[in-house]
C-alpha cells in the first residue's frame, strides 16, 4: 500500500542545489569521505547558504542534536531526514548508507515531477490556447472590418458578455484545479522500509527495529511515513514476515520493497498525468467554447447582420 504525501514538491526537491535530497547526499559523501557528523553540519553550512541549513547549522550550535534539528525545519522532507538521522544514533547503524538511501527516496520526487512535466505539457498548452479563443475572436473580427463592441453595449450584448466572462472565468478556475491536482499529487513509497532498513543495520530484531522506527517517526514528526504503515498486513510487516519465515535476512528484501513500492507510486502518478489530457477538455467544452460562441460569435453575427440590413 502507498503510503502518500499530497503537496506540492517543486519546493522539496528544489534544485538550487540546497534541497533536501542534495542536502542528505552530500552528508553521506562527507561522512564516508571520515568527516564527523558535527563537521558535516559545519561543512554543509558553509557550503548552503539557504534558510533550512542554516537554521539547522544554528540549531545544532545551541547544543541539539543533528536530527532533531534536521526535524526541527519546516518541511516534512527535512522531518523524514531527521527521523532517518536519529534512527542511525538511536540503533547504531552507518550514518552514510542511511542518509544514501533517505536521499534517493527524496530525488524520486524530484524524477517523477520532472516526468510529469513533460506529460503536461500539452494538456496545458491547448488549455491555455483554448482561453484565448474569446479574445482573439474579437481580434479577427477587427480584422475582417467588423466592429462587435457596439453590440456588447446593447441589453443583449451585454448580457452575452457577462455570461461569456462568468464562463471564462469557471473553466480557467476548473482547469486550474484539474491541473493543480496532478501536480501536487507527489508520494514518496516505501519510507517506512526504508528506515526498518536502517534499524536492522544497527543489529536490531525486527520487532524492535519496528519499535525504533515508530519513536523516531514520532518524534520527528515525519508524516510522510504513516504509522499504519508499519502494522501487520502492509508492505514491510509482510517483507519481515517473509525474511524471518525464510531464515534470510531482511534486509535486502526491504530495499526491494521499497523500490517496488515507489516505482508502482511513480507510474501511478504518470498515469494521472497522461489522463488530465482527456479530463482537461471537460471544463475546456463545458465554459470555454461556450464562453468563445457567447463573446465571439454571436456578436459578431448580430454586427454582420446589422451591416447587411441597417434600420
Known amino acids: 500500500m502507498n503510503r502518500v504525501l499530497s503537496r506540492a514538491s517543486t519546493d522539496v526537491v528544489a534544485a538550487e542545489g540546497a534541497g533536501s535530497a542534495v542536502v542528505a547526499g552530500r552528508c553521506a559523501a562527507l561522512l564516508r569521505g571520515g568527516m564527523s557528523p ?7 553550512a558553509d557550503e548552503f547558504s539557504s534558510e533550512p541549513i542554516q537554521e539547522i547549522a544554528e540549531s545544532v550550535r545551541g547544543g541539539a542534536s543533528i536530527g532533531s534539528a534536521f526535524a526541527g525545519v519546516d518541511g516534512p522532507d527535512w522531518r523524514v531526514l531527521g527521523a532517518a538521522w536519529q534512527l542511525a544514533e538511536t540503533s ?4 552514510a548508507p542511511a542518509l544514501e538511501r533517505i536521499a534517493a527516496a527524496l530525488q524520486s520526487i524530484s524524477d517523477g ?16 490556447l483554448v482561453m484565448w479563443l474569446p479574445l482573439a475572436s474579437v481580434a479577427v473580427s477587427f480584422i475582417l472590418g467588423f466592429n462587435p ?7 443583449v450584448g451585454a448580457l452575452l458578455l457577462s455570461i461569456g466572462v462568468l464562463l471564462q472565468v469557471v473553466g480557467a478556475k ?29 543489529g536490531a530484531p525486527p520487532r524492535l ?4 522506527v515508530a519513536d523516531a517517526v514520532s518524534e520527528a514528526r515525519a508524516e510522510w511515513v504513516q504509522l499504519d504503515s508499519l502494522r501487520a498486513g502492509e508492505p514491510l510487516a509482510h517483507a519481515l514476515a ?13 530495499l526491494e520493497v521499497a523500490s517496488d513500492e515507489r516505482a508502482k507510486t511513480q507510474a501511478a502518478l504518470e498515469r494521472e498525468a497522461e489522463k488530465l489530457g482527456v479530463r482537461i477538455l471537460l471544463p475546456l467544452a463545458a465554459c470555454v467554447l461556450p464562453a468563445f460562441i457567447a463573446v465571439g460569435v454571436v456578436p459578431i453575427v448580430v454586427a454582420l447582420v446589422g451591416d447587411l440590413f441597417p434600420s
Open 174 to 202: 476548473w482547469t486550474a484545479r484539474l491541473t493543480a491536482q496532478v501536480e501536487r499529487q507527489d508520494r514518496v513509497a516505501g519510507l517506512e522500509c526504508e528506515l526498518a532498513w536502517v534499524a536492522l543495520a544497527g
Open 38 to 44: 558535527s563537521q558535516v553540519v559545519r561543512s554543509i
Open 92 to 95: 547504531g547503524a552507518p550514518f
Open 113 to 128: 515531477a520532472r516526468k510529469r512535466s513533460v506529460l503536461l505539457a500539452g494538456p496545458k498548452m491547448t488549455a491555455t
Open 209 to 212: 527495529a519496528l519499535r525504533r
Open 242 to 254: 517473509v525474511a524471518t519465515a525464510a531464515g534470510v535476512p531482511a534486509s535486502g528484501l526491504l
Open 149 to 155: 463592441v457596439p453590440v456588447f453595449f446593447s441589453p
